[in-house]
C-alpha cells in the first residue's frame, strides 16, 4: 500500500492545523459564515440536515486495517457509533460536532488520511477498479497512476478552482467495475499490440440532472504520458467551460455542446506543447510508485480446493456465499470476498464502529490487512486464500456482514437521500429497505439473477440511479415524495442510460412497482441466462410500460 | 405560519426560535409566528444571532398547528425536527421526551 512520504506528511499535518484555526476563528467569531464555508468544503465538511457532516476520502477505494480501525474509532468517538460508505469510495460521518472536527482530523493523519478534496470545484478523491491488483482479468493494477494523479491533483494551484467538481476513475481490465465511462475522466488501463501499457482516455461523463455517458477520445495514452495529457484535458476545460451556469458548468456539457471530436483536437493541440516535457513520467518515478502497490507475497495455498468443497458440502450459506460474494482471483489458491453491507432492511452503505474494528481484524488475520471500499457501498477483501474461506465466511456470519446478494435486487445502491441530505427531495435508504425486505428470499434473488437496483434522493444522483437496471429517482410533489422509475441504465464497459418508464410513484406504490417490473421480467425471459438488462435491450420498455401502467399506456 | 429554525454554529445542531429568543432543540419549544409581523420579527433576531455566530443557516419555515402541536409543512423539514425516519434512535426523536413523529 501506499505509505506516505515526508512531504505528504508534513502537508497534511499542515492541513489540519491551518484549519483548526479557521475553526477556532469561527467559533470566535472572527470569520463570517461566508467566509468560512468554502474553507470548510475544502476540508471536507457539509452541513446536512441534522448536523454537519464529514466527508473523508478513501484514495482509489484502498484502505488497511489500522485505517480502517481508525475510522471506527472517528465514528465511536465524535459521531454516533457508525459511518456511510459512499459511491466514490469515501466515507461519511453523519453527526461529528464542528468543534471537534479538527481533532478527528488529527487522529486521521495520524494514520494517513484526510478529507481534503472531498467537496469543492477542484478535482476529487480518484476511485478505482475495487479488485485492483487481485482481479484475475486484469491488464495491470491501475492504483500506482491513481496515485500518481492524487500526488498531482493534490492542492493543484491551476485547477484548484474549477468550473466545477471533477471526477476521474481508473479500471485496470476490459471488465469495468469502476463506472468510469460516468466519470469527467475515465482512464482504461490496457496494453497495445506492442505490449506497451497506456490508457484509453474518456471523457465528459456524468450524472446529476443531465446525464451523459463519456465519450472516447484517444484509445491509446502511453502509460509514461498520463500527466501531461490529463493537465492538457482539465486545462482546456478550465480555460474554457462555463462559469456562467452551475448546471451546465460540467466538463459533460462542454464535451456535448462542442463534440468529442472539436473537444479532442483541442486536448491534442494542448497537448502538443506539453508532452515529452516536465509532466512525463520518468520510469523510475513510475516504478518508486508502483513498489508501494506490490502485491502481497502470496504463498501457495493449495489445500483451498478441498477446504472450500468440505465447506460446501457442509454448509448451504457457506456455499450460496461462495457463490455470490466470492470471485476469482489472480492466483487460483486465493479469492476476492466481497464483504456485503447491504444486510436485508438494513441502510446500504452503513457500518457500526464494532463491524469495522471486526473487518479490520479479520483483513489482518486472513487477508494482508487490506481491505477495499466499492463504489457500490460494499467491502472487499482482496486477497484471501481459499482454504481460510470457511473461516472468512464465518467470522462475517458472527457481524451480520455475510449476507448473500452481491449483484442481487437487494444489493441496493442508495444516497443517504431526504434522512440525512440538505439537498434531497425524497428519501432514499426507506424505499431500498422495503425492497431487500419485499425480496428477502435468498432463494428468489438468485432466481432472479443480477439486478443492480440503484435509487437517488435528488437529481444530483449520488445513488447512480440513472445507471441501474432499475433506477428509481426521488422527487418532491405537492409535498410529498414522488418516485421516477428508469429501466435499462447500466454502469460497466456496455454502459447504458436509464429511460423514464412512465408517471411516478407514491412511497406506497414503488416496492409494488418494483414487483411487477421484476415478475415482467420473470414471465418474458428466455431462460436463467437472460439477464434483466439483456432482456430490457431485446424488448425495450413496451412489456414493463404495459405491466405497470396497462390500459393507461395504451391510451397515450 | 411560520417558525424559525437553523443550525446552531458550533455543533450543528437543528435548533428552532423560541418566544424567549433563545434557541431551542425541540420543535415544540418553538415561537409560531401568525402573522407578517410577528415573521419579520423572528427574521430580524435570526439574522442578528447568526450576526452574532450563534447560528447559521437561518430560515422561516411553514408550519401548521395539529391539535396544538406544531408540524412543518415539509417532509424536509419534519425529518429535521426528528430525527432520520430509519434511525428513531438518532436525533431528537430518541430523547426522552420525542420531539416529533415524521412521517
Known amino acids: ?556 | 405560519m411560520k417558525v424559525l429554525t437553523a443550525n446552531r454554529l458550533f455543533d450543528g445542531e437543528a435548533v428552532w426560535l423560541a418566544a424567549d429568543h433563545s434557541w431551542a432543540e425541540t420543535l415544540p419549544a418553538a415561537h409560531v409566528a401568525h402573522d407578517e409581523a410577528d415573521e419579520e420579527r423572528l427574521a430580524a433576531h435570526g439574522k442578528l444571532s447568526a450576526a452574532r455566530n450563534e447560528v447559521v443557516d437561518v430560515e422561516l419555515i411553514d408550519v401548521q398547528l395539529v391539535d396544538g402541536a406544531i408540524v412543518p409543512l415539509r417532509l424536509r423539514e419534519r425529518i429535521r425536527a426528528a430525527g432520520p425516519t430509519v434511525r428513531g434512535d438518532l436525533g431528537k426523536q430518541a430523547r426522552a421526551v420525542p420531539a416529533l413523529a415524521a412521517a
Not at chain 1, 457532516?53 to 457508525?82: C, E, F, N, W
Not at chain 1, 497537448?271 to 513498489?291: F, H, R, V, Y
Not at chain 1, 435486487?409 to 443517504?416: E, L, M, Q, T, Y
Not at chain 1, 435499462?488 to 410513484?505: K, P, W
Open chain 1, 1 to 556: 500500500m501506499y505509505r506516505y512520504d515526508e512531504f505528504d506528511r508534513a502537508f497534511v499535518e499542515a492541513r489540519v492545523a491551518q484549519f483548526r484555526d479557521q475553526v477556532e476563528r469561527r467559533l470566535k467569531g472572527e470569520i463570517t459564515e461566508d467566509q468560512f464555508k468554502p474553507l470548510r468544503l475544502q476540508n471536507g465538511v457539509y452541513l446536512q440536515l441534522h448536523a454537519y457532516m464529514l466527508r473523508v476520502a478513501i484514495p482509489y477505494g484502498t484502505l488497511s486495517s489500522r485505517q480502517l480501525r481508525m475510522l471506527a474509532h472517528i465514528a465511536r468517538t465524535y459521531d454516533k457509533g457508525y459511518g456511510h460508505f459512499t459511491t466514490r469510495q469515501n466515507i461519511q460521518f453523519h453527526w461529528p460536532a464542528l468543534a471537534e472536527i479538527p481533532d478527528a482530523l488529527a487522529d486521521l493523519a495520524s494514520v494517513e488520511m484526510h478529507a481534503l478534496q472531498t467537496s469543492g470545484n477542484c478535482i476529487r478523491n480518484i476511485s478505482a477498479d475495487h479488485f485492483a491488483g487481485a482481479a484475475a482479468d486484469e491488464v495491470a493494477d491501475p492504483r500506482p497512476y491513481a496515485e500518481i494523479l492524487r500526488q498531482w491533483s493534490s492542492a493543484h494551484p491551476e485547477f484548484s478552482f474549477l468550473p466545477r467538481k471533477f471526477k476521474i476513475a481508473f479500471t485496470g481490465a476490459e471488465r469495468d467495475r469502476a463506472a468510469i465511462q460516468t466519470y469527467d475522466i475515465g482512464l482504461h488501463l490496457k496494453r497495445n499490440a506492442e505490449g506497451e501499457l497506456g490508457f484509453a482516455v474518456w471523457v465528459g461523463g456524468g450524472q446529476g440532472r443531465t446525464p451523459i455517458l463519456a465519450k472516447k477520445i484517444r484509445d491509446f495514452l502511453p502509460h509514461e504520458e498520463l500527466l501531461s495529457y490529463v493537465t492538457a484535458i482539465v486545462r482546456v476545460y478550465n480555460l474554457e467551460g462555463r462559469r456562467d451556469n452551475k448546471w451546465k458548468a460540467r466538463i459533460k456539457i462542454m464535451v456535448h455542446e462542442l463534440g468529442a471530436a472539436e473537444f479532442a483536437r483541442l486536448v491534442e493541440a494542448e497537448w502538443e506543447n506539453l508532452k515529452g516535457g516536465d509532466l512525463s513520467l520518468p520510469q523510475a518515478d513510475i516504478d518508486a510508485i508502483e513498489a508501494y502497490f506490490a502485491p502481497p507475497a502470496l504463498p501457495d495455498r493449495p489445500e483451498g480446493d478441498a477446504a472450500v468443497r468440505a465447506a460446501r458440502l457442509d454448509s448451504r450459506t457457506f456455499s450460496d456465499w461462495l457463490d455470490r460474494n466470492v470471485v476469482t482471483h489472480r492466483h487460483p489458491d486465493y479469492a476476492a470476498v466481497t464483504v456485503s453491507l447491504k444486510a436485508i432492511g438494513e441502510t446500504p452503505g452503513d457500518i457500526s464502529d464494532a463491524q469495522m474494528d471486526a473487518v479490520a481484524d479479520i483483513a489482518e488475520r486472513y487477508g494482508f490487512g487490506e481491505i477495499r471500499v466499492s463504489h457500490e457501498q460494499n467491502l472487499v477483501l482482496p486477497h484471501v486464500a481459499r482454504a481460510d474461506l470457511p473461516a472468512v465466511h464465518d467470522a462475517l456470519v458472527a457481524q451480520g456482514l455475510a449476507t448473500s446478494n452481491i449483484d442481487l435486487i437487494s444489493d441496493i445502491i442508495a444516497c443517504p437521500g431526504l434522512d440525512y441530505c440538505s439537498l434531497a427531495n425524497a428519501r432514499s435508504i426507506p424505499v431500498a429497505q422495503q425492497i431487500a425486505l419485499r425480496f428477502s428470499s435468498l432463494e428468489r434473488q438468485r432466481e432472479i439473477g443480477e439486478l443492480k437496483l440503484n435509487i437517488s434522493g435528488c437529481i444530483n444522483a449520488c445513488g447512480h440511479h440513472h445507471v441501474g437496471h432499475i433506477g428509481i429517482l426521488g422527487v418532491e410533489k405537492k409535498g410529498g415524495e414522488l418516485y421516477q422509475v428508469t429501466l435499462g441504465g447500466a454502469a460497466d464497459e456496455h454502459a447504458s442510460l436509464g429511460e423514464i418508464v412512465g408517471r411516478g410513484f407514491g412511497p406506497e406504490e414503488i416496492v409494488d412497482a418494483v414487483e411487477t417490473i421484476v415478475e415482467t421480467y420473470l414471465s418474458l425471459r428466455h431462460d436463467r441466462a437472460e439477464r434483466f438488462i439483456d432482456l430490457y435491450r431485446r424488448l425495450g420498455a413496451a412489456p414493463f410500460k404495459e405491466a405497470l401502467y396497462g390500459a393507461e399506456a395504451r391510451v397515450a
